[in-house]
């Protein structure tokens, strides 16, 4: 047992954990009102060794953002912009498949497209969009779209929210993001979010989702005017549905980035305070494969540290990111896959290559790459590579 735990006033909480037993509410809200930071790392530790094991994985992925036009207007929000704004952008189809296109020349398998609500884009952009890029190569996973844009597609569409899903799945859809969540509370929603969708409604979609056979990820955004109540709710609602539906592959706790935006925070998330969402998320999110630490939210070398606190994922290659960089994220816009690889061997973890549902692609040992297939599809370029490792 880890020294800090003997003689911890979390020991209870440990013994809870190690015996199987789910933790509470309140023993949740005890973890985050501790100061006793390595306390609640060393438990964590213990549930991501027990889920995973020694590995922690990365995606090689390109992020495509189609549109920063929006009919919202979410005061936390530094990328959405009105037709009337110089520096709002709009992508055409072809735009899209052609940097589809040159992604899948350094092997990605992943594109992960989210954007706007766009105030004039008809239904069919969308799965012109989806069937354009699965036609370059139908094994390249596409994980588009949140909640609240499936939402936004259905009234395009006037379809019910499970005709809108068919249809996009019909058209290569095989991954829903996880971004919107936020922080269910409706107060809290009302405060940085008015007029987005409500809690119901984005678990609602996620839920016609996986009854469709569907997986997706889901997220919270923490650091802003939230309290240590809220996290614990938001986290509860997600494992509740986990538990009805075991749809959700991973969940990935955002840090709010306090630049360029409409809502004062005094005290935006420090390491202490990402480091211990993390923790706590894989200890009470006990029906959770995978915690994701978000490189782009929290700098790598804070992910790499996170990979000791509960985590066992540090995200992908990205290659272009514009929210959180028009939020004030100062980090870069892209990781060379030699750059996940190292991070995670300091952490002392076996680096994976994983698909968009977190299945492995390739493991990496102290010499190089193996294949391991595991249901896994590779692009054609990847595989190439693979042969070659």
């Known amino acids: 047992m880890n020294f800090s735990l003997k003689h911890s006033d979390l020991r209870d909480i440990y013994d809870k954990v190690v015996a199987g037993e789910r933790i509470s509410d309140a023993d949740a809200l005890r973890l985050f009102e501790t100061k006793d930071l390595n306390a609640v790392g060393a438990i964590a530790d213990f549930v991501r060794q027990r889920k995973v094991g020694e590995r922690a994985s990365y995606i090689i992925n390109r992020y495509v953002n189609y549109s920063n036009y929006c009919i919202l207007s979410c005061q936390f929000c530094a990328f959405a912009r009105k037709k009337r704004d110089a520096d709002g952008f709009q992508h055409t189809v072809e ?7 040159e992604a899948l020349n350094i092997g990605i398998t992943e594109m992960h497209i989210v954007g706007g609500l766009h105030p004039s884009l008809p239904f069919s952009y969308y ?5 354009g890029l699965k036609q370059l190569d139908a094994r390249l996973q596409l994980k588009c779209f949140t909640a609240i844009e499936i939402l936004h597609l259905a009234w395009l569409a006037k379809k019910s929210v499970k005709e809108t899903l068919a249809e996009l799945k019909a058209a290569g859809l095989d991954s829903l993001t996880g971004g919107g969540a936020e922080i269910f509370r409706k107060e809290v929603r009302a405060a940085i979010a008015k007029g987005k969708e409500s809690a119901e409604e984005y678990l609602d979609v996620h839920r016609a989702w996986h009854q469709m056979g569907g997986r997706s990820t889901c997220t919270m955004l923490y650091g802003h005017v939230e309290s240590l109540a809220d996290r614990v709710d938001h986290l509860r609602q997600l494992r509740a549905l986990q538990d009805e539906t075991r749809g959700f592959t991973g969940f990935i706790p955002l840090a709010y980035q306090p630049e360029n935006n409409r809502i004062p925070v005094q005290t935006p998330p420090t390491g202490f305070d990402s480091l211990r969402t993390i923790a706590i998320s894989r200890i009470y999110l006990d029906n959770f494969d995978h ?4 490189w782009v939210g929290l700098g790598m070398k804070l992910a790499q540290v996170a990979l000791s606190y509960g985590a066992d994922d ?3 290659t990205i290659i272009e990111e514009n929210i959180f960089r028009m939020a004030g994220s100062k980090v870069p816009q892209l990781q060379t896959e030699k750059d996940m690889v190292k991070a995670i061997r300091e952490a002392g973890r076996v680096p994976v290559q994983r698909n968009t549902f977190y299945e492995p692609v390739k493991v990496w040992d102290n ?4 294949d391991e297939a595991a249901g896994a599809q590779p692009s054609a370029m990847l595989e190439k590579n693979l042969a070659t490792a």
């Open 314 to 316: 540090i995200h992908g």
């Open 291 to 294: 915690i994701t630490a978000y």
């Open 95 to 101: 735009e899209i498949v052609q940097k589809a296109r």
């Open 127 to 131: 799965t012109d969009m989806l069937r």
């Open 367 to 370: 010499t190089g790459a193996q």
